[in-house]
């Protein structure tokens, strides 16, 4: 089992920065990738960014939905088991719950995916 926490959402606006940490409780599991999700109320949850996990930092590659590419930054603390989503230049369209996501080696071909509760984004002015 993985707990997975998330922090950092609030209240901001438009053009604003907000910066979202998602931390891993203690686990022997292999990680295969970590990303954030997002859900507007009434909608399916999306994919914002991932990162897969290399056998180094410098080795990972990451993904991101079109409508963040260029505000929105992934990346990760190994040290630490967190991952982070730096948002740049909000938008209102930005406003959603947004969800960290780790999925795990669970035995041979097999892998589970862990979620959080989610850290609330509003932006408005």
């Known amino acids: 089992q993985v707990r997975v926490v998330e922090s950092g959402g609030g209240l901001a606006q438009p053009g604003d920065s907000l910066r979202l940490s998602c931390a891993l409780s203690?686990?022997?599991?292999?990680?295969?990738?970590m990303g954030w999700y997002r859900r507007v109320s009434g909608e399916e949850r999306e994919p914002v960014a991932m990162?897969?996990?290399?056998?180094?930092?410098?080795?990972?590659?990451?993904s991101y939905q079109d409508s963040v590419k260029d505000r929105f930054t992934i990346s990760r603390d190994n040290a630490k088991d967190a991952v982070y989503l730096q948002m740049r230049n909000l938008k209102p369209e930005d406003t959603a719950l947004y969800y960290c996501?780790?999925?795990?080696?669970?035995?041979?071909?097999?892998?589970?995916?862990?979620w959080g509760r989610g850290t609330q984004v509003t932006v408005s002015s």
């Open positions: 990162t897969t996990i290399g056998d180094s930092p410098n080795a990972d590659s990451t």
């Open positions: 996501n780790v999925k795990v080696v669970a035995g041979p071909g097999t892998t589970i995916d862990y």
């Open positions: 203690k686990h022997n599991f292999k990680v295969l990738a």
